[in-house]
């Protein structure tokens, strides 16, 4: 079988926001997406529904980034950041 064959798999990286002190969040989180090459995503988790976060990484990446929640409970947020470019 031929590289080309086989199929993709999806690269998912965890990366759990509560375990790292809030002065440095943003700048870990930034960090592990411009570590990311297309096609991977970084499954994020934290506490609470990181909205500014959110509007941060809009500006920053644009459509170079694809961003789909996963879980949205009070408590417990889960999203999807796919690197697409």
């Known amino acids: 079988m031929h590289s080309c ?3 993709t798999i999806e690269a998912i990286y ?3 926001a509560r375990g790292i002190a809030k002065r440095f969040r943003h700048a ?3 960090g592990a997406l411009d570590a990311l090459i297309p096609g991977e995503t970084m499954r994020f988790g934290n506490d609470h529904d990181p909205l500014p976060l959110l509007a941060q990484l809009q ?3 644009g459509d170079a980034l694809a961003i789909s929640y996963v879980q949205r409970e009070q408590g417990a947020i889960v999203i999807d950041f796919t690197r697409r470019v």
Request: aromatic fraction near 24%; hydrophobic fraction near 35%.
């Open 14 to 16: 965890p990366f759990d």
């Open 5 to 7: 064959d086989q199929p």
């Open 59 to 61: 500006s920053r990446y």
């Open 28 to 30: 870990a989180i930034f």
